[in-house]
């Protein structure tokens, strides 16, 4: 099966600038999960969706991070305006539901925020 | 809540040597652990999971990790290191499968010739 795609793979930007990342998941996966990992740390859950509906955004800063998941496929997660400490790796996964089924990962878009 | 604590954020054993990469969890309900790999530049991949079945889980590449209730850890071993096995290795906790996966900070594997 086609993995989790993820583009694009680099971004750099200047700080108050815009920008885009997009993600398709695995066929038939209902829940997508987007993640952002600062160099050296854990992956740190930004939003869950189920189908198109939204699980938890709890740690989503919704002043300047926005996502959405249109037909329940793909996703597209935003940043508006960026900070320089948003410069990181998100990644985008997703699995067949939620419980025990384990997340299948995309490679990531890796962010520079000048 | 649920979160994880790896002990050590660099590990470095010789080819050969066991390998023993840390993990400590909180979960105020049965959780479910994993355990990921990433290699650099790459997203994560599963190694094995513990979902309340037997206490020893086998992954895959020779790592095998054991859910010891009374300790609240679940360590990641491999009896002898390859040089292949070099990556960052990520714990990660879901209470019972209600929530999405949190990680821990991760340990780096060094494997030295």
């Known amino acids: 099966e086609a993995g989790v795609a993820q583009s694009p793979r680099y971004k750099i930007i200047e700080k108050r600038q815009s920008v885009a990342f997009w993600c398709n998941p695995i066929?038939?996966?209902?829940?997508l999960y987007w993640y952002q990992q600062i160099l050296g740390q854990g992956p740190k859950l930004l939003i869950q969706f189920q189908n198109n509906g939204v699980v938890d955004d709890s740690q989503l800063p919704k002043d300047r991070f926005s996502a959405e998941r249109l037909k329940g496929v793909d996703s597209t997660l935003k940043i508006q305006p960026a900070k320089l400490e948003d410069s990181a790796v998100y990644l985008c996964?997703?699995?067949?539901?939620?419980?025990?089924?384990?997340?299948?990962f995309g490679n990531g878009t890796r962010l520079t925020v000048t | 809540a649920q979160s994880v604590t790896q002990l050590g954020s660099h590990v470095s054993v010789s080819e050969g040597a066991l390998v023993l990469l840390r993990c400590n969890y909180s979960s105020s309900v049965p959780p479910y652990l994993f355990w990921y790999v990433q290699y650099p530049n790459q997203g994560l991949q599963l190694l094995l999971k513990y979902t309340s079945a037997a206490t020893l889980v086998k992954g895959i590449n020779g790592f095998e990790a054991e859910f010891k209730k009374s300790e609240t850890s679940f360590h990641l071993t491999k009896p002898s290191a390859h040089m292949s096995d070099a990556a960052e290795y990520f714990c990660a906790v879901n209470e019972a499968g209600r929530r999405a996966l949190t990680f821990g900070s991760g340990t780096r594997l060094q494997v030295q010739p």
């Open positions: 066929s038939g996966h209902a829940t």
């Open positions: 996964a997703s699995s067949p539901g939620q419980g025990n089924s384990p997340l299948h």
